[in-house]
């Protein structure tokens, strides 16, 4: 590449950081606290949102994105206009929260909704586990993302990923029923 068109794709990236960033900020900010604001970027709305696709504490969840989103916006900000030199120690947490958490829950999901349905008695059997891996994959997460933030001894990071191995190992156990073959 020449000088100039790298000149010119480090301005746009700093225009694209710079507007994510404030966006995530707005609409993280309110969710976080609680703060009335529009009927999309409030707390409200997204607890309703939530609530609608029937997952359970709708509430609790809302002020967890609405976490996600301020604190990413202010990573974003900060990488294009450095504001904070205490907002990169988020990096970690951040890119465990997005990076594993995500996409974690992601392919529990879609795994969920997606293998084969039972014929007979519930459609997706018991469900025990499936809530067991939701719960260890989110406790592992927080563990450690939040770990190398806080200082936190390692035995703590390393305990949160033992709870993300736990999820694996819970979800393949509620799954298992549905994907092996039947008997004959």
């Given at each position: 590449m020449?000088?100039?068109w ?17 966006i ?8 976080m ?5 529009g009927?999309k970027?409030s707390?409200?709305g997204?607890?309703?949102?939530i ?12 002020i967890v ?22 907002a990169?120690r988020?990096?970690p947490?951040h ?16 795994g ?5 349905r ?11 586990f499936a ?10 997460v927080?563990?450690?993302g ?9 035995s703590?990071a ?5 709870a993300?191995a ?8 509620h799954?298992?029923?549905?994907v ?5």
């Amino acid at each position: 590449m020449s000088p100039g068109w790298e000149a010119w794709a480090n301005w746009g990236l700093f225009f694209l950081r710079l507007g994510l960033g404030l966006i995530f900020l707005t609409h993280g900010y309110p969710k976080m606290t609680g703060v009335k604001s529009g009927a999309k970027a409030s707390r409200e709305g997204l607890a309703d949102s939530i609530r609608r696709l029937g997952l359970p504490f709708p509430v609790q969840f809302a002020i967890v994105i609405g976490t996600i989103q301020f604190f990413g916006g202010l990573m974003l900000l900060n990488k294009g206009t450095p504001l904070a030199s205490w907002a990169w120690r988020l990096l970690p947490a951040h890119v465990e929260f997005l990076l594993i958490g995500w996409t974690a829950q992601f392919i529990l999901g879609v795994g969920f909704w997606i293998l084969p349905r039972f014929s007979r008695g519930p459609a997706r059997g018991n469900e025990l586990f499936a809530w067991l891996a939701l719960g260890l994959v989110n406790a592992g997460v927080c563990l450690a993302g939040i770990a190398p933030v806080l200082n936190a001894p390692p035995s703590i990071a390393l305990l949160g990923r033992l709870a993300e191995a736990g999820a694996a190992i819970a979800f393949v156990l509620h799954t298992w029923p549905r994907v092996k073959p039947l008997a004959q």
